[in-house]
């Protein structure tokens, strides 16, 4: 590591460390001005230059294998938002995420080989694109889906190779950001995001279908065809468009998928669209409670060329808050399906799952990974002087961290395998999942960056990667403990409305 007083270039082939005063200001130059200092205004002033690791499993050694500016004179990582996806096919590594560089959204590509030695092949800008989660590989092509410019999104194959890796086709269309998936009965399937965080965008999320893969799917601009979307369950039009694609998997014969929910961005799409008076603390409270969803478990079966479907509810409500435009209030209503759950109340019973994050098979059984933001409640209560209405809000005893339910068979109710973040209740979420012969991994969510004292009661903040082999992730967890008076509880959004004001401008700022 060597030092200099003069800032330095892209063209250096040496690290420059740099203190926190200089680094803003060399970000802002390597990146671009306006898109650099636009984090800051979304929240992000301690943003940091992304990393790519590789675990080793035979030493396990886990290495950084981010691009250098030597390797990489572009400098592309450093205006990488974060490392959100990785897909591997044919000998190639794929590591990918949102950029910022030039003050617009695109998706940031990175390649490697698969080799003793991870050879570096590049990295490619794609501007068309805004955003990248999963990979699958189906016979013995490579796909991704991905978000567009349009707030539509598009589902891509690779037909590359090492030698030019970056070279896909788009094999089809979604109405929305395209975000999990999932291959099951001879064909891909795709959860999406709507098209807007708030109404107004041009879809809502739901499930897509491809047509037959056989032997891969050719380039195609159509539409794949609908076989579920968020306001066939979710009786407020306003909520329904708020609703996430999450997790989707095949197992045992059906099609499994959950949702998404953001904290807080129904509350404030339904203020906008239902015009409530944010100054009225009784209308606000309504709102929020009538506003908020957990995660809601889906499956289907019986699925035709023509999107008919089986559709079941798993973890959902019977009735669902909907706004009423002559009362001026939310009003219990049954669910659009007009079916009573099959297992349990959504969220698993936790009102504080939020996200399905993740789904894996592993030893014939099927995985659940969320995020569960309790801790992030509780630790704000802790540092807010409650008024004696809302003090008992302190009292319940919650299961912080990020939970991990199991399902053995269609027949069976999930079981809770771990409901306090794997061990460590500062990780609220299972952000991914992925699994071998002998193991399965999971990748946590873990933002607690002030958790550093080693010697204090508390777990560690920061992301792990976490190994578990079949006794450990078959011992069964006990079931779901968690179950608070749900109509007391939620009151304590209320705390959150100033944070939940700042979410719908994040999109906004970054493009």
């Not at 014969?253 to 409530?276: C, K, N």
């Not at 306090?420 to 999971?442: C, E, K, P, Q, W």
């Not at 080693?454 to 560690?460: A, G, R, S, Y």
Request: aromatic share 12%.
């Amino acid at each position: 590591t060597y030092h200099q007083q003069t800032e330095p270039t892209l063209n250096e082939s040496w690290v420059c460390e740099l203190s926190e005063s200089q680094y803003p200001a060399y970000m802002a130059n390597i990146t671009g001005q306006d898109s650099y200092l636009a984090l800051g205004a979304m929240g992000l002033g301690d943003w940091r230059v992304s990393k790519i690791y590789r675990y080793n499993k035979a030493t396990g050694v886990n290495e950084d294998i981010t691009p250098t500016l030597q390797q990489d004179p572009s400098g592309r990582i450093l205006s990488t938002l974060g490392i959100r996806s990785a897909g591997t096919h044919n000998g190639v590594v794929f590591f990918a995420g949102p950029g910022f560089g030039g003050g617009g959204l695109s998706v940031n590509m990175f390649a490697f080989k698969d080799d003793a030695n991870h050879t570096y092949l590049g990295s490619h800008s794609f501007a068309e694109y805004s955003n990248i989660r999963k990979w699958i590989v189906v016979g013995d092509d490579l796909y991704t889906a991905v978000g567009d410019q349009d707030d539509a999104g598009r589902v891509l194959k690779w037909e590359g190779n090492a030698t030019e890796p970056f070279h896909f086709a788009e094999v089809g269309r979604l109405p929305g950001s395209g975000a999990e998936l999932a291959y099951h009965e001879g064909r891909l399937f795709v959860t999406t995001w709507p098209g807007s965080e708030l109404p107004g965008g041009s879809s809502t999320a739901g499930v897509y279908m491809s047509p037959l893969v056989e032997d891969g799917l050719g380039e195609s601009n159509e539409t794949w065809q609908e076989i579920w979307k968020a306001s066939e369950y979710e009786p407020d039009p306003v909520v329904a468009a708020t609703y996430g694609g999450g997790a989707i998997a095949s197992f045992d014969g059906q099609l499994y998928w959950g949702t998404m929910h953001v904290p807080m961005v129904a509350t404030m799409a339904a203020v906008s669209v239902y015009d409530i008076n944010t100054s009225d603390e009784e209308a606000m409270t309504d709102t929020m409670l009538g506003t908020h969803r957990a995660i809601s478990i889906f499956r289907a079966s019986n699925i035709t060329e023509d999107g008919n479907a089986t559709v079941e509810l798993l973890y959902g409500e019977t009735m669902l808050p909907k706004y009423n435009i002559y009362t001026k209030s939310f009003e219990d209503v049954p669910n659009n399906m007009g079916t009573a759950p099959l297992w349990g109340e959504s969220g698993f019973g936790n009102t504080f799952n939020n996200y399905t994050w993740t789904m894996e098979i592993f030893k014939d059984r099927l995985y659940i990974g969320t995020m569960d933001w309790s801790y992030l409640i509780t630790e704000m209560l802790g540092d807010i002087n409650l008024p004696p209405e809302l003090s008992f809000l302190l009292s319940y005893e919650v299961n912080n961290g990020a939970d991990l339910w199991r399902i053995d068979g269609s027949t069976k109710k999930a079981v809770a395998e771990d409901i306090t973040g794997v061990g460590n209740y500062g990780s609220y979420g299972i952000r991914t999942m992925v699994s071998d012969a002998d193991h399965f991994y999971l990748g946590m969510a873990n933002p607690m960056n002030l958790m550093t004292d080693l010697t204090d009661n508390k777990p560690e903040g920061g992301w792990e990667l976490i190994q578990m082999d079949e006794k450990v992730s078959t011992g069964g967890g006990g079931g779901c403990t968690y179950n608070p008076n749900v109509e007391k509880f939620d009151m304590m959004f209320f705390v959150l409305l100033a944070l939940s004001v700042l979410y719908p401008w994040r999109r906004k700022l970054i493009k």
